[in-house]
């Protein structure tokens, strides 16, 4: 496990099947807080713990509460230089993916291809019905159903860049950065303050209700502890980690790699020959011992957004210039 730059080039210039995971710490230097270590709070409740299906079903107020300020935080949040060197390097290379566990928009912002990127734990900007028997879901949704003062106007957000890939992935970007000058003005008038966003607590009978069965109570359309991965999105990764061909280089990117089954991606293509490079924060938070990250093939320690765009200079060549 080494930081041995030369050595990353070599093998960087001669891989051709390339994965990428993606955590939290990706976003960090944007501003958006981390689930576990320093920022792993949200109010006095723990993160990780309103992340899931039985904290909806005690108090789905709250947890609606929660991910509109998610919601929020994440559009006044920019890409950082990460986001777009991933993006730089998915327009480089049609063979190179990214599974990224982040639900923030932030990779689609900088203009990460669609077909390229692969939301493991969904997005927060995608709402769906819990009803039983319905299957509606609604993708870039950005009238947020709390605070619907926060919203931007219908036609901006009719774009469903999943859809329509490349182009779809540009138009995606300066949606969303429209997006972003407007949650700004709004912000202003709730007196939204840069960094600390109150969010009103929403009575119980004001939940917002689905279009479709007129029935269901909707939820948040991200992937929740205990509960399963979207099928596309676990059916189109196993096709590029099966495939016979192996994948050549791992990039695990800003995650302290212990939720399942994103982290066992990374050990499933190891196993069939991948070599591993680590950029993380804090080496000691990534997991341990024989076949943990920690001893990967090299373990970049610092913030993403400095190290990405450095180690990927030899196909993507220097964009922090731009
Ligand atoms: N650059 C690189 N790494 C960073 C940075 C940074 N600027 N800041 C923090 N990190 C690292 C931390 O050291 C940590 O290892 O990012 C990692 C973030 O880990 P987690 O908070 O556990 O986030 P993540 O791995 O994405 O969590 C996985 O858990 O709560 C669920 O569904 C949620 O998708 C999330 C999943
Ligand atoms: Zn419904």
Request: aromatic letters at 6%; glycine letters at 8%; charged letters at 20%.
């Amino acid at each position: 496990p080494k930081a041995d730059l030369e050595s990353f080039s070599n093998h960087l210039k001669q891989s051709r099947r390339i994965l990428a995971l993606l955590g939290a710490g990706l976003s960090a230097s944007s501003g958006l807080p981390t689930f576990r270590g320093t920022g792993g709070l949200w109010r006095s409740h723990e993160a990780t713990s309103l992340a899931t299906p039985e904290a909806f079903a005690q108090d789905a107020a709250l947890v609606w509460q929660f991910y509109s300020y998610r919601r929020h935080m994440a559009l006044q949040a920019q890409p950082n230089l990460a986001h777009h060197a991933l993006a730089a390097l998915a327009r480089r290379n049609p063979e190179f993916i990214t599974l990224s566990q982040n639900v923030d928009g932030l990779s689609q912002r900088a203009g990460h291809r669609a077909s390229q990127l692969h939301l493991l734990h969904g997005s927060l900007f995608d709402v769906r019905c819990t009803a039983f028997d319905c299957d509606f879901i609604q993708q870039n949704n950005f009238t947020d159903p709390i605070v619907p003062a926060l919203a931007i106007p219908r036609e901006q957000a009719q774009l469903k860049p999943s859809e329509t890939d490349n182009t779809g992935a540009e138009a995606a970007s300066s949606l969303y950065n429209a997006m972003h000058t407007a949650n700004a003005s709004s912000a202003k008038e709730l007196d939204i303050s840069d960094d600390r966003i109150e969010i009103p607590q929403i009575p119980h009978d004001e939940l917002p209700h689905c279009p479709q069965c007129g029935d269901g109570l909707l939820r948040p359309g991200v992937v929740w502890f205990g509960e399963t991965l979207p099928r596309r999105t676990m059916a189109a990764v196993d096709a590029f980690i099966d495939e016979p061909r192996k994948i050549d280089l791992i990039l695990v990117v800003g995650t302290s790699a212990k939720v399942y089954p994103a982290a066992g991606y990374v050990d499933e293509a190891r196993a069939k020959g991948a070599k591993v490079a680590v950029v993380n924060m804090d080496r000691k938070d990534t997991p341990g011992g024989p076949g943990g990250l920690q001893e990967g093939d090299w373990f970049f320690e610092g913030d993403a957004s400095k190290i990405l765009p450095e180690i990927l200079k030899p196909v993507i060549g220097d964009i922090s210039r731009k």
